[in-house]
């Protein structure tokens, strides 16, 4: 049944879609960095790199949208096989997520089941990024440990990087 929907349903939307892309943007940034010290990582085999060129690196890995970004990483393995189908999976949702959920689901508010059905896949959205977010990090401290870095090392340099940070 069609009832007008109510400033909670509005706010809640805006709510689920907040934390959505926030939790995108936390997997944006964990496949940037890992994308960013594996490539780091051939170019040292090669030459020293400096600290500079390797921020560099990094915000360049951080500018593509997540499209770019999973396509790049599918192409250098940096994303294993058995995750391939979850990210196109996820990269779908996304996309219908940041371009398609205001206009598809507009009417969705006004029934109380199909509201319901949107809240749950935006909040099954939030769910998966935070997922393949930990699937991801989990590969980047075996690569690192792997590579001999010392993880205890890099998450000192980490929180005291947090603790000096500064707004702009």
């Known amino acids: 049944m069609n009832?007008?929907?109510s400033e909670n349903d509005v706010?809640?939307?805006?709510?689920?879609i907040g934390k959505a892309v926030w939790h995108l943007q936390h997997l944006e940034n964990v496949l940037a960095s890992f994308a960013a010290m594996k490539r780091l990582q051939k170019v040292r085999d090669s030459k020293k790199t400096s600290e500079k060129e390797a921020y560099e690196e990094l915000e360049k890995?951080?500018?593509?949208p997540l499209g770019l970004l999973i396509k790049s990483a599918k192409r250098e393995a940096i994303i294993p096989d058995k995750l391939l189908d979850r990210f196109d999976k996820f990269l779908d949702e996304r996309n219908w997520l940041i371009h398609k959920c205001v206009i598809n689901e507009f009417l969705s508010l006004r029934n109380s089941s199909a509201r319901s059905e949107l809240f749950s896949r935006i909040d099954k959205f939030s769910e998966e990024a935070t997922?393949?977010?930990n699937e991801i990090f989990t590969l980047l401290k075996i690569w690192f440990q792997s590579n001999g870095y010392d993880i205890n090392k890099a998450h000192a340099i980490s929180e005291t990087m947090l603790k000096n940070a500064t707004k702009y």
């Open 61 to 64: 890995q951080r500018k593509p």
């Open 3 to 5: 009832t007008p929907y």
């Open 131 to 133: 997922s393949l977010q």
């Open 11 to 16: 706010d809640m939307l805006y709510r689920l």
